[in-house]
């Protein structure tokens, strides 16, 4: 029986069927709206994407010796007038040819005390842009250098100061970076005089800051968050204006404070990069470091970077200044001659000069905890027998490089 005001079984099925309806038809309309909500929302978050995609690329340089003779570099070096060098040559099992060049220090091919010890001079360089910005090693910064400033940091790195470090398992013994290096780079021969073969930096001194002024067009600040950086901005120059700057202005101005052809003169920057044309983010950048050598007698020298950003992969601290200082002692004009090499770290194509820390760009040696507790990041840097295709390696442990990624040469010729 139906009573009034009641809802009867048909009223009820139209009812729930309404009901069902409605909803449908809100959740289509959520749908819609989400979907168009999206479509706006996505290509900012595809570009975002692409943004960390194009993270910038570390890399080194060098500006060889040109226009000087082997003859006079040598002649030089012996009257004492430049930077120790011993001489090599060397015939390749590759290919029969008979390659020769120069290293820093003395041979480790004869036996006996055969230490040698060049000065060192650190130049703290006070990069100021057009748009008022500065980037200084020497001044503190608590959120992204809080060991140090940067110039301490890199005074008290394993790069100056002594410290135990340990190449393919065996000691290299208390010393710098590049020396345990160079040690376990001919490790066959030097092993035998035990701890008697050396090639140090030292005595260290440090100048006060000088300040360059990039011009507008040939550097640029940037944000580097989109990278998760550490202190926001990044400076970027020209190196086609820079390195004539540092030849022509800086190196001569400092010839009264001892800066010359029988010192290393170490130019340090705080999170300033080049590139090989008008500054920027993509394409060419970033060159972290590079050694340079001009002149007669031979000036040698290296501009490098102690990066704080944070912004690329597998660089930090020391590693772009680990990178020049080993190239520095194999290849200090940036001409000696190998067979073609490549393909392999920062080399996409070939090369065939010994530039040791070029194969290994993208590898980090184990952290070494430095004098003053930090833990310092330098890099991996291949052996001498991996260029020539020298078997057995005249390396530590029969390895072609300091940290053992190199187990074989560098193989065929680079094509």
Known sequence: MHRLGEETAEQSDVRKARS????????????????GILGVLTPQLFAQDSAALNRPQARSAVMPLTDVSSAAIRAFATAGASIPLWDYSVTSPLNGHVYSGSMIGRSPFYHG???TNIPAIIVPLRIKFSDGTVFDPSAADSGCSPAGTPLDMTVNSPIFTPVDITMNGVDMGVTQYADAFQRANFWSRVSVTGDRYHTMLGPVTVLAPVTVNVPAADGSVFSDTQFGGCGG???????????????????????????????????????????????????????????GAYGSPLQTYTPVDYDTSGIFIGVADINAISHEVGEWIDDPTGTNPTPPWGHTGQVTGCQNNLEVGDPLSDNEFPPLPGANGFAYHPQELAFFSWFFRQSPSLGVSGSYSDNETFTQDAGAACM
């Open 20 to 35: 069902r309806t409605f909803r449908m038809q809100a959740i289509v309309w959520w749908i819609l709206l989400f979907a």
């Open 113 to 115: 005390a055969r230490t």
């Open 233 to 291: 901005i990044i400076g970027v120059m020209n190196i086609s204006w820079f390195d004539p700057y540092v030849r022509g202005t800086i190196i001569p101005s400092l010839s009264g404070a001892g800066v010359g052809p029988t010192v290393l003169p170490m130019f340090l920057m705080r999170d300033v990069v080049m590139t090989d044309g008008p500054p920027t983010l993509d394409g060419n950048c970033c060159i972290l470091s590079y050694h």
